[in-house]
């Protein structure tokens, strides 16, 4: 259900959340733990892993263009919530589509 | 020493019916004779390319899987290198793959049956955060 729109909407909250966290503990402490935090994030966990995918593959273009932003980069792992494993075989498998052009590469406008 | 590859090129868009299949026949009959076998040929039809390659936005995509050597890999490799109508190719190996596959449908297929058998109505329970979450 918040599978699909975690990666779109953590990516403009979540980076804030991991570059503010570093000095919440000395000026954020006194706000009371959990408490004190703005919004409260849930742990991500990978959509490979809960939803039992196993093949991660270069032509499946749909899967792959989840963990893919808008400017043809690869979405990282601490905005996605995959696990490592799965992070490997996906990124691979984003270089090959991009390789048969079923995806853009980073950075040129498209 | 067989393994299965799978070879995905990309012809260009104005390409005829007859070209496209002289140009398969010819990848096929490479295979054969190299003493491989020729597994599945797909045409996967006309699709927008995410980038322009020499000049163009789509491409008529074609999927091949055959079971051969590396050596013919690296012949049909060679032979859409030359063929001019044929903008882009992809070859990759994917039995290893498909073994893994395997392995874990196997896996999860006996755990499946394991738990099955003793414990029915713990199956729509755990059925049902997979189909929410």
Redo the contacts between chains.
């Keep these: 259900?918040a599978?699909e729109t975690r990666p779109t909407s953590s990516s403009s909250e979540g980076h804030g959340g991991g570059e503010r966290r570093p000095p919440r503990p000395g000026g954020g402490r006194e706000g009371g733990g959990p408490g004190g935090r703005k919004y409260f994030r849930r742990k991500k966990?990978c959509k490979f892993c809960?939803?039992?995918i196993?093949?991660i593959n270069?032509?499946d273009v749909r899967l792959l263009a989840q963990f893919v932003a808008e400017s043809g980069k690869i979405v990282p792992r601490r905005l996605t919530g995959v696990c490592t494993p799965h992070q490997r075989r996906l990124s691979s498998a984003i270089k090959?589509a991009?390789?048969?052009?079923?995806?853009?590469?980073a950075g040129?406008a498209? | 020493m067989n393994r299965t590859y799978e070879l995905m090129f990309i012809v260009r868009p104005d390409m005829t019916e007859e070209d496209q299949d002289k140009l398969v026949s010819t990848l096929e009959t490479a295979v054969v004779s190299s003493g491989g076998k020729v597994k599945t040929f797909e045409k996967m039809g006309k699709r927008r390319l995410a980038y322009t390659v020499r000049r163009f936005h789509d491409g008529l995509f074609m999927l091949l899987t055959f079971e051969g050597s590396g050596g013919l890999v690296h012949e049909l490799e060679r032979r859409l290198r030359v063929s001019e109508p044929v903008i882009k190719f992809l070859s990759m190996r994917i039995d290893e793959e498909q073994k893994r596959l395997d392995k874990i449908k196997a896996i999860r297929d006996s755990k499946r049956k394991a738990s099955a058998a003793p414990a029915t109505p713990a199956e729509p329970a755990a059925e049902a955060p997979a189909v929410t979450a």
């Excluded at chain 1, 991009?98 to 590469?105: C, G």
Aim: charged content about 35%; cysteine-free; aromatic content about 10%.
């Design positions: 259900m599978d966990v809960t939803e039992k196993e093949a270069y032509k090959q991009r390789n048969i052009a079923l995806l853009p590469f040129r498209a």
